[in-house]
Structure formats: C-alpha cells, structure tokens
C-alpha cells in the first residue's frame, strides 16, 4: 500500500543520522555520498556493533536493550522528545524517568503567571518546590520572594510554617491531601532518592508528616477547592486546577481561581494592597 512504512524505527534512524554534521563532530567530511554520519559511526559513537547497528536500521537486528537504545540516543544527539520517540517505536513504551534537579522557568512563562494579576498561581515542580509565581499568589498563599529557595517547598510551609498552618480552614485535610500527592508525583517522576533527605527530614521534625507518610496514601492533586482564613481578608474560596506545563513534564501550573464574585473582591484588595512580587 503506498505511503506505507513497514520499518518506522529504521526511518527514524537513518533520518536522524542524516541531520548530524560530520564536521561539527570532527569527523572526516571527504568522500560521502549523503548527507549526515555513516551507520559505522553512529554505531562506534554508541559503542555497539556496526553490523548490529546496519540490522537495526533494517529492520532485522532484533529488540534493542534499553541501555542500548540510551547509546543510540546520545550517538545521534537526540533530545528528550525524540529519544522518548526512539524507545516508542524501539519498545512500544517510553524510556524509564529520569529526575532532573530544575533551576527555574522560561521568561514566556513568567508572563503568562504575571498576566494572571488577580488570580493566584504558580509553578511548581515534581517535588513541590516553588519555582515562580505572581503578585496575586504572593499577596493570597505564601510571599515565596521572603523566603530562602530552599524553604519554598509546600510541604515544609505546610508542617512548618505556623502562618501557613493557621490560614488552612482544614489544616488535617489539606496535609493529608498535600502527602498523598507528593507521594504520586514524585514516584512518576523518577524522585523518590532525591526528595529522602527531605521526607527524613520532616519525619523527624512533625510527628504529623510522620504518621501520613507511613500511610502510603497517593493521590491527584488535579483540581479542588482551597479554603483560607486569610489574615486581611478573612474567609477565602478558592478554586485550583493543575496543567501540566508542555515539554517540561517535571513542571506543573497550579491556577486559584476565585470561588465568587466576593472571593474576587477581596482578592482584588489584596494584590492592589501588596506591592510588587519580591523575586
């Protein structure tokens, strides 16, 4: 049937290969026929056979191992998106996660949390550190510019913060909620070595982290309704969703939106009493 493709993985190979420069890499430019790397070099580059390699991209050289298909991936330079896509077409499923530590969020990013000016929100990664948020969040939830960026963690402001204790109207509910989701997102994202010293932190110092961690409750924190005592503006609803944020799986946007038209009051008095977000 026309149009069809009986070998997606080789296609992919050979068009990857093809987009490298040879130069860029210090390898010879002389004597090629084609664009890009011969399949003897991406197979040295990644340290597997070149007759195994010259199968694979024929469709005849077997399942790859996952390490292997990881070799590939750097051989032939691919980013996240398309070494996920390798292992998609190599395995039919994605690579295992890999957790990486993130620094901060692109400048378009900001804009859009800034846009949002009387509707708190945030971004938050996979192990509930605040990464960035706008006036709106700063004047509501929790002023993160005051704080050092190691204690803009949420479950450190929840089981330490007294100020952010003392504005939860269900203090117990949203704890529990907050370590049920910690729980999930972390294990998705491949974190669970790199939050331990956080959790064994918090075991030792709030026997109430304690004892909802050991149990092992997991949950969505997709979307709900947050209930504030606020001190200035008393009584506030809340309505939260969660996006995930495109090409940055470690990284989640979390929108408050007004419950009503009061809540929206009393936000609007808030922000405009606030001043600018301390970065």
Known sequence: MPGTNDNPLGTYLKDRRARLDPAALGLPTARRRTAGLRREEVAQRANISATWYTWL??????????????????????????????????????????????????????????ALEFIPALVKTATWDVLAW??????????????????????RLIFRDRRVHCKQTDWEGVARSVVAAFRADTARAGATGAVKSLVEELCR??????????????????????RL????????????STFAVDGRPDLALVIHNPATARDAERIRALVEAHGPVSA
Do not use: C
């Open 134 to 155: 706008n006036r709106a969040a700063a004047a509501v939830l929790t002023d993160y510019g005051t704080l050092e960026p190691a204690e803009r963690n949420i479950l």
């Open 205 to 226: 110092s709030s026997p109430e982290f304690e004892a909802m961690w050991r149990d092992n409750d997991v949950r969505s924190h997709g979307e709900g309704t947050k």
């Open 229 to 240: 005592d606020h001190p200035q503006a008393g009584s506030l609803a809340l309505e939260y």
């Open 57 to 114: 991209e024929q469709g005849r050289g077997g399942a790859p191992s996952p390490e292997v298909l990881d070799r590939i991936a750097r051989a032939l330079m691919l980013t996240e998106v398309e070494r996920e896509h390798l292992f998609l077409l190599a395995l039919g499923r994605p690579p295992e996660v890999r957790y990486q530590a993130v620094q901060g969020i692109a400048p378009r990013l900001q804009r859009v949390l800034d």
